[in-house]
């Protein structure tokens, strides 16, 4: 346990002292910032250190393993009732407890004036995560082909693209960027290789995989819709 905390600790450090380096050449250089600024910085630098490597710690010996014992769990022919109600549950949370995901909906709601509030994208991402990781799951249990899905569906984002309110559009990619976090990648992703390795005749490698890609496309999708919606009903005020 300690060797992986270790690991992690110093993939963490390989990560975070590029940044620094370029940082403090860059303040050398050009920002000539004041002492008090700069120390808020490297205090916040080693807060992300150890908040880093404390945290993907978690995901990965803890999220990733009981998410792939989930998904063979319910993955299994006796119990697959439950597996797209559950699906939708824990993709709705996952996202919900994401903190990308938050901290976007933050920006957008203080970029827009408020005019976006935080929390209407908080569950539109939500919402949108939890559909597409029941599609998901369908596609695995049914052997669906992936390019029966994913093709579709980039047909209708350019669809929506000249629909939408312009201003969603940004948002929107953005938004299926931050959805593909660790707790989307670790745990989602570990349970769909478990229902798919549990299933008859079903291939992990093949059936399990695609799901992030999915998941990159609920947010995209779902906030167009929004800003389709804002466009033909008058404006933002109506879905604060």
Not at 159 to 167: G, S
Not at 185 to 214: H, W, Y
Request: hydrophobic residues 55%; aromatic residues 14%; glycine residues 10%.
């Amino acid at each position: 346990m300690s060797n992986g905390i270790l690991s992690i600790f110093f993939e963490v450090i390989q990560s975070l002292v590029p940044l620094a380096i370029f940082f403090t050449v860059f303040q050398k250089l050009y920002l000539k910032l004041p002492s008090s600024q700069l120390i808020k910085f490297y205090i916040g630098l080693i807060f992300t250190l150890f908040g880093m490597t404390l945290f993907l710690h978690g995901v990965y010996s803890g999220f990733q393993p009981v998410g792939q014992e989930i998904g063979e769990f319910f993955g299994s022919s006796d119990k697959q009732t439950f597996l797209l109600p559950i699906s939708f549950i824990l993709g709705v949370l996952s996202t919900f407890a994401e903190p990308s995901v938050r901290v976007l909906c933050y920006q957008v709601e203080t970029s827009s004036n408020g005019s976006i509030r935080a929390n209407l994208m908080l569950y539109t991402l939500s919402f949108a995560v939890g559909i597409l990781v029941v599609i998901a799951m369908v596609k695995i249990i049914y052997g669906i082909p992936f390019l029966y899905i994913i093709i579709p569906a980039f047909l209708f984002v350019l669809v929506l693209l000249w629909l939408c309110d312009k201003d969603f559009i940004g948002v929107s990619f953005d938004a299926g960027g931050v959805a593909t976090g660790p707790m989307a990648v670790t745990f989602l992703m570990s349970m769909a290789v478990g229902v798919a390795s549990v299933q008859e005749g079903g291939n992990a490698a093949i059936d399990g995989f695609g799901l992030i890609s999915m998941i990159a496309l609920a947010p995209i999708i779902f906030v167009m819709l929004l800003g389709v919606y804002i466009r033909f009903n008058g404006g933002r005020n109506d879905v604060r």
